[in-house]
């Protein structure tokens, strides 16, 4: 704290104590503080609630949100979700519009190594807040189309894919992942 507003608390005490006015000086920068930090987090999260839909509700055109447990995610109105028997890790599908995007989530899921270029685009993305690799091949119909996160909750991983969609499967399977949302 600078001497000068100290300075200018002790001129307004009849005693002239100083340290009153270091006090003083103090406790108002510390509400100030917590003022700033009130209003960081409010800002966050406003932002949260205009960009994100709300826990069961509906988005783009009629879009409902179908859990997984471990993650969701939203799709056109009559997908359906259906979990499947793993060995080592959570696996299941979604399926709807005669797509089927099968998943993987734990420490063994499959990071799309085999989608390369110039066969594949390959672009790192934020899902969530999430880092995530996105991968489809430049010939549809041909390959894989799926999202990779490496790391979701402590050494899980997330892999969803689809495989030989047609180029307008392939954009509403991107959109798709483009809505995963983890608890």
Same mark, same amino acid.
């Given at each position: 704290?600078?001497?000068?507003?100290? #300075?200018?608390?002790? /001129? +307004?005490?009849? &005693?002239?104590?100083?340290?009153? /006015?270091?006090?003083?000086?103090? @406790?108002?920068?510390?509400?100030?503080?917590?003022?700033? =930090?009130?209003? =960081?987090?409010?800002?966050?999260?406003?932002?949260?609630?205009?960009?994100? $839909?709300?826990?069961?509700? @509906?988005?783009?055109?009629?879009?409902?949100?179908?859990?997984?447990?471990?993650?969701?995610?939203?799709? *056109?109105?009559?997908?359906?979700?259906?979990?499947?028997?793993? !060995?080592?890790?959570? !696996?299941?599908?979604? &399926?709807?519009?005669?797509? !089927?995007?099968?998943?993987?989530?734990?420490?063994? &899921?499959?990071?799309? +190594?085999?989608? !390369? %270029?110039?066969?594949?685009?390959?672009?790192? %993305?934020?899902?969530?807040?999430?880092?995530?690799?996105?991968?489809? *091949? +430049?010939? &549809?119909?041909?390959?894989? @189309?799926?999202?990779?996160?490496?790391?979701?909750?402590?050494?899980?991983?997330?892999?969803?894919?689809?495989?030989?969609?047609? %180029? #307008?499967?392939? %954009?509403?399977?991107?959109?798709?992942?483009?809505?995963?949302?983890? $608890?």
């Amino acid at each position: 704290m600078g001497l000068l507003r100290a #300075s200018v608390y002790q /001129a +307004r005490l009849p &005693s002239g104590n100083l340290q009153a /006015a270091k006090s003083m000086a103090y @406790t108002r920068v510390q509400r100030l503080k917590v003022n700033q =930090l009130a209003l =960081l987090v409010l800002n966050a999260t406003l932002l949260l609630a205009v960009g994100l $839909p709300a826990r069961g509700k @509906t988005l783009d055109d009629g879009w409902l949100k179908l859990e997984a447990g471990a993650f969701s995610l939203y799709a *056109p109105s009559g997908w359906e979700f259906h979990k499947k028997q793993g !060995v080592d890790s959570y !696996v299941g599908e979604f &399926s709807g519009d005669g797509i !089927v995007l099968k998943f993987d989530y734990g420490r063994y &899921s499959s990071d799309l +190594r085999d989608a !390369v %270029e110039p066969k594949y685009v390959v672009s790192q %993305e934020k899902v969530d807040g999430h880092k995530s690799k996105i991968v489809y *091949p +430049r010939a &549809s119909g041909h390959g894989i @189309t799926g999202i990779y996160f490496s790391k979701v909750v402590g050494s899980d991983k997330l892999c969803l894919w689809g495989q030989d969609l047609t %180029e #307008s499967q392939r %954009e509403l399977a991107l959109k798709v992942f483009r809505t995963i949302r983890f $608890p």
